[in-house]
């Protein structure tokens, strides 16, 4: 934002909160492998609080360490077991399937459940996510779309 890092949504929304409406913003946003340049100007703040969706999958995983990443051929820095899929779920539609090794979401690392809900939540609505995993010692690309949670 205007050529600064921002580490999350909670963090965008209070430097945005902390503008008064009709100032200009950069934004440069990254999804998966595009990026892009925007630049808005900030309109009137709602008078009712706005609430945010938070994004869902549908994937339940186990954290596994270093070497068994490995063995599954996910790097050792990364990547959790899934462990089931929701059907109908954004991630059983996507072809994430149990045995997985999820390592990446939407350009970030995975290296735990928490890692993944994190950047699934912050994705929101209707999003398109890039999720790279595991399956029998390849590498997979998805691209779930994520829903309300």
Avoid at 21 to 47: D, H, Q, Y
């Amino acid at each position: 934002m205007d050529g600064t890092s921002v580490h999350g949504a909670g963090e965008l929304m209070a430097r945005l909160r902390a503008m008064e409406p009709g100032s200009s913003v950069n934004l440069s946003v990254k999804r998966g492998e595009r990026e892009f340049e925007l630049r808005t100007a900030l309109g009137a703040r709602p008078a009712e609080a706005v609430r945010m969706v938070r994004g869902w999958l549908g994937v339940e995983a186990i954290e596994l360490p270093p070497s068994l990443r490995a063995h599954f051929g996910a790097p050792e820095d990364a990547g959790i077991l899934v462990a089931a899929v929701a059907e109908p779920s954004p991630a059983y539609d996507a072809g994430i399937r149990v045995g997985d090794v999820i390592y990446e979401a939407d350009g970030q690392p995975v290296g735990s459940g928490r890692d993944l809900s994190r950047i699934v939540s912050e994705a929101g609505v209707e999003n398109d996510m890039d999720v790279v995993l595991a399956r029998d010692g390849a590498r997979i690309v998805v691209g779930p779309t994520t829903e309300r949670a």
